[in-house]
């Protein structure tokens, strides 16, 4: 019984993942992170994907204050914050994210408002999807974890 | 005795191999000269070659003295020491960058120095010109990986500043970026990168990075032993010409 749990756990995780890859919302650089984790860093994709969100949220939020407000014109601003999001959201494999970003760089590029602001809007859909999607993957992966530590007690 | 004479060759072979006593070879020479010469004043051939073993024994045993251990080269195949300990700074201005490049070069079986910034490298190099060289001279650095695009000093400028520096200069810099631009790659390469890597860094990257500069570490051990080699024959002739 327990076993079967673990087994369909797993099951889940692939195919959460799979759909992922498919939608193009992670990419083989996500690969890349899971290979890095192992016994001496058990934690790794949990960690650094932790440690991009608290990025990402920081950049996100300077932004919509920075379009929010009407004497805005610091498109160079713009151009900066989106360039490290661009680049950290490429180094987790958050593809979708990394290229609505692009987009939105271009609008800033060109001096749109407008055009940044729908960018922004975009970007923060895609973002919060992305988490959404991780929270779920982290969940099934505790759930796994546990279910694989019952079945081989101390 | 079951132990076969050491020949002339092997000899200045030996000899070579302690790289203090090249300077003085020509002081050697002379002693050799000097104790075949005396074959002329004596038919005891025999007393004379007892002679010249024991003073060319005691040569070897000053050799030895002098020997720098460092330059041990009987156990040792690279320069970097055991090959596993690659010792790498990383420069990003980027948190989650940082912690990938970081556990990247780990796994590599690399040890680590990860800053954030242009300026902490140089402060940690000791090049920020608040230092004095003291203390740096046993900061042994194999690599330095650094982000292009930083706020303040870009990657390009601080590796400028690096090969300006005649501590640091031999030390390999590559230039990371995640923008495909080919007039700024050409640029960084120019000013002596040793490759430039599109972001995001694989692993297999890092690993044809560690190859590379293995093998051309091997490179070199290979020369100095042939340059080696060289300098024994040249011994080696000499002592013929002196026709001993």
């Given at each position: ?20 890859f ?30 991009y969100?608290?990025?990402?949220e920081?950049?996100?939020r ?11 014109s ?10 490290q ?16 970003c ?6 800033s590029?060109?001096?749109n408002r ?6 922004l809007?975009?970007?923060?859909h ?20 546990l ?8 | ?10 000899r200045?072979?030996?000899i070579?191999?302690?790289p ?37 024994r005691?040569?070897i ?24 300990l690659?010792?790498?700074?990383a420069?990003d ?13 780990r ?5 680590v ?7 902490r490298?140089?402060q940690y190099?000791g ?5 004095s ?27 400028k ?7 640091f ?9 995640s923008e ?7 640029r ?9 890597l ?11 990075l560690?190859d ?12 100095i032993?042939?340059k080696?080699?060289?300098?024994a ?12």
């Amino acid at each position: 019984m327990l076993g079967l749990g673990v087994d369909r756990l797993q099951a889940d995780i692939n195919r959460l993942l799979t759909s992922l890859f498919h939608q193009g919302v992670l990419d083989e650089q996500f690969l890349q992170l899971q290979q890095l984790q192992d016994e001496t860093s058990p934690t790794f994709v949990y960690d650094v994907i932790n440690i991009y969100f608290d990025e990402s949220e920081k950049l996100l939020r300077s932004l919509r204050l920075l379009l929010m407000d009407r004497e805005f014109s610091d498109y160079k601003k713009i151009g900066l914050h989106l360039n490290q999001l661009v680049g950290s959201s490429s180094s987790i494999g958050a593809r979708r994210v990394r290229n609505v970003c692009v987009a939105f760089r271009s609008a800033s590029e060109l001096n749109n408002r407008p055009g940044c602001l729908r960018g922004l809007e975009v970007v923060e859909h895609e973002y919060h999807y992305l988490k959404n999607m991780m929270h779920e993957l982290f969940q099934l992966e505790q759930q796994r974890l546990l279910a694989a530590g019952v079945r081989y007690p101390m | 005795m079951d132990r076969q004479k050491p020949t002339d060759r092997q000899r200045c072979l030996r000899i070579s191999r302690f790289p203090l006593i090249l300077p003085y070879k020509s002081l050697f020479l002379h002693f050799f000269c000097k104790i075949k010469s005396l074959t002329f004043l004596t038919n005891h051939k025999h007393i004379i070659s007892l002679l010249s073993s024991l003073v060319y024994r005691s040569l070897i045993d000053m050799a030895d003295v002098m020997r720098p251990e460092k330059l041990d080269m009987s156990n040792d195949t690279s320069s970097l020491g055991s090959p596993e300990l690659l010792h790498v700074l990383a420069v990003d201005d980027s948190i989650v960058d940082r912690k990938f490049i970081e556990r990247l070069l780990r796994v590599s079986s690399c040890k680590v120095t990860v800053v954030d910034s242009a300026t902490r490298a140089l402060q940690y190099l000791g090049l920020d010109g608040n230092h004095s060289s003291v203390g740096f001279e046993d900061l042994k650095i194999n690599l330095i990986m650094t982000d292009y695009s930083m706020p303040g000093m870009t990657g390009y400028e601080l590796m400028k500043k690096i090969k300006e520096s005649s501590a640091f200069r031999e030390i390999p810099v590559v230039i990371m970026s995640s923008e495909n631009i080919l007039p700024r790659i050409d640029r960084c390469l120019e000013e002596g990168a040793e490759d430039f890597l599109l972001k995001p860094v694989k692993l297999a990257d890092v690993k044809r990075l560690r190859d590379s500069l293995l093998k051309a570490d091997e490179m070199a051990f290979k020369n100095i032993m042939h340059k080696r080699e060289l300098q024994a024959n040249d011994i080696y002739s000499q002592l013929k010409r002196a026709k001993i």
